[in-house]
């Protein structure tokens, strides 16, 4: 098992930033692709950024050049730094992994969400 805990959400004005984070337990972190997604209200989730375990990046077509994904193996963490937010980046942000690597069974982890609100 792995357990996922987001952290940094918040309200924030059309313009300003926020960073994210994802902790997860356990010493397998390393080997693992990280994703985050968001979900808005009535909406399905979306991918919005991934980094695999030697760093290459994906990002939505929506939040790139906006937003970085990164990762520090020696923390277990997993990072969203997201600038020029707009109010349509209003979600519940969740972090996200596919098991199947260190012995992990191959299942979809995901945290509890911090919710990100974008004013106008």
């Known amino acids: 098992q792995v357990q996922l805990v987001e952290s940094g959400g918040g309200l924030v004005q059309a313009g300003g930033s926020l960073r994210l984070s994802c902790a997860a337990s356990g010493s397998i972190f390393s080997l693992a692709t990280m994703d985050w997604y968001r979900q808005a209200p009535e909406n399905q989730r979306d991918l919005v950024a991934s980094i695999s375990s030697d760093g290459r990046t994906n990002y939505a077509d929506s939040v790139k050049g906006r937003f970085t994904i990164s990762r520090d193996n020696a923390k277990n963490t997993m990072y969203l730094q997201m600038n020029s937010l707009k109010p349509e980046d209003t979600a519940v942000y969740y972090c996200?992994?596919?098991?199947?690597?260190?012995?992990?069974?191959?299942?979809?982890?995901w945290g509890q969400g911090t919710q990100v609100t974008v004013s106008s």
């Open positions: 996200h992994t596919l098991g199947g690597y260190g012995g992990l069974a191959r299942a979809h982890y």
